[in-house]
């Protein structure tokens, strides 16, 4: 399944650091988007969601959706120990299907 | 701030044997999700329910699964006669819209021996 494809890392940054974690995709169709963050043994937890292009800022993250290149990113400014978790993408067609299509995840570790 | 609750956190079970995996999604949410992740593998979905119904299931969501609305907060997913294959975390969410971000349970680690 090649729907969604994004680098499993693992990546590590020093504290302060600014990450940058991508997904690119195939499907056209995809209008929703979202960024997903698990810790160890949790469920994902919802980060960001975006519709269509464009960017989209909350806090020390930011995302950025373009669409004629099949490219989503996810920016950490001012990166923690805390941030330190798997990063998920996730996306949907608008038109059919209630299901999101998942990234296989970014492990990221932040070093004090 | 709301959560879904996921019970129990790890199920243990024989193959061939049937479980069932319960979910309380957020009280004011409409639609609710399964889905699962293998180790090591992508988040798959299996279901999406609303109005009591499944409005969507993927190709692994055969007949071996099922899910209930017993009650007015409960979801339930039953796997029967589970094989080795269907070790794997199980994540209920739920959302207010379809369009809109969902909210996970903390997830059921099921291991079938």
């Known amino acids: 399944q090649k729907e969604v494809e994004q680098d499993p890392g693992p990546l590590s940054v020093p504290e302060g650091a600014i990450v940058s974690l991508n997904c690119t995709y195939s499907n056209s169709a995809f209008q929703y988007f979202m960024w997903y963050r698990q810790y160890s043994r949790k469920g994902p937890e919802l980060l960001m969601y975006?519709?269509?292009?464009g960017n989209k800022e909350d806090g020390r993250f930011t995302a950025q959706v373009d669409k004629s290149s099949k490219y989503i990113s996810l920016f950490i400014r001012d990166s923690q120990p805390s941030d330190s978790a798997t990063y998920l993408c996730?996306?949907?067609?608008?038109?059919?299907?209630?299901?999101?299509?998942f990234g296989t995840g970014t492990s990221l570790t932040v070093i004090p | 701030e709301p959560e879904v609750t996921q019970t129990p956190s790890h199920q243990v079970t024989q193959m061939g044997q049937e479980v069932i995996l319960r979910c309380v999604p957020i009280?004011?949410?409409?639609?609710f999700y399964w889905y699962r992740q293998i180790l090591g593998q992508k988040v798959e979905f299996l279901v999406s329910f609303y109005n009591n119904e499944i409005s969507e299931k993927s190709e692994i969501f055969d007949d071996q699964f099922s899910v209930e609305r017993p009650d007015g907060s409960n979801f339930t997913l039953k796997i029967r006669s589970t094989k080795l294959e269907d070790s794997a975390m199980y994540f209920c969410?739920?959302?207010?819209?379809?369009?809109?971000?969902?909210?996970f349970g903390s997830g059921t680690r099921l291991t079938v021996v």
């Open positions: 969410a739920s959302s207010v819209d379809r369009d809109y971000g969902y909210t």
């Open positions: 975006t519709y269509s292009s």
């Open positions: 009280s004011n949410h409409l639609y």
């Open positions: 996730a996306m949907r067609d608008e038109n059919t299907g209630n299901q999101f299509y």
